[in-house]
Structures are given as structure tokens and as C-alpha cells.
């Protein structure tokens, strides 16, 4: 079995930037408690960074792609349930264009 490490660390890397992302509400929140130290502006920090995360990850996933090692496609399907909770091993990848297969980077016949 072929391994391709750069399909495991550009997923790890686009995982990263999401739980970035998703952690924009808290810091909002937890800023303008401190500056203003008010409920409603905690309030609106939370849903104003809430609004940053949907057009975060939006962005994320527009413009870093996960692309196949093989053909270099970027149709390429990720799948989690064979994962672990907690893990992101045992990553399963499909690309549609030439219907490899890989699991935690490895290339699967």
C-alpha cells in the first residue's frame, strides 16, 4: 500500500483552521465582556463572532481543498464515521474522479 502523508497534513491543517474558527464566538464574547462589560455586548459578541465562523468556514472550505494524490483532483469526499470520537484517525477519502480510495492516507485497492 502506497502512504501519502500530504493528504493526512493538508485534512489535519483544514480541521485546525475549523476549530479555529468555530472557538471566534467564545473570544468575541469573552472581549466585549471584558471592554464593555455588559450582558448585551457579551450577547452580540457571541452572535457577531457566530456570523464570522459561518463565513470562516465557508471560506476554509472554498479555498483549502484536500486534493487527490493521484490524479491531483479536487473532488475529493471525506468521510468520519469510520473515525473514532475524539480521533481523526481512520480518515476514509473517495476522490470521484479516479476512484481511489484512502484511509488515514493510505492509498486502499
Not at 21 to 31: D, E, Q, R, W, Y
Not at 58 to 63: E, F, G, R
Not at 76 to 103: L, Q, W
Request: hydrophobic residues 40%; charged residues 15%.
Amino acid at each position: 500500500m502506497s502512504y501519502y502523508p500530504a493528504l493526512k497534513k493538508a485534512e489535519t491543517f483544514r480541521l485546525a483552521l475549523v476549530l479555529l474558527s468555530i472557538l471566534l464566538p467564545l473570544i468575541g464574547a469573552v472581549l466585549a465582556g471584558y471592554v464593555f462589560n455588559d450582558i448585551w455586548f457579551v450577547t452580540a459578541g457571541f452572535i457577531l463572532g457566530g456570523f464570522c465562523t459561518y463565513f470562516c468556514v465557508k471560506l476554509i472550505n472554498k479555498y483549502i481543498k484536500v486534493y487527490c494524490p493521484i490524479c491531483g483532483s479536487d473532488d475529493i469526499r471525506e468521510n468520519y464515521a469510520n473515525s473514532p470520537r475524539g480521533t481523526n484517525s481512520d480518515v476514509e477519502h473517495n476522490c470521484s474522479s479516479c476512484n481511489s480510495k484512502f484511509i488515514d492516507g493510505q492509498l486502499v485497492v
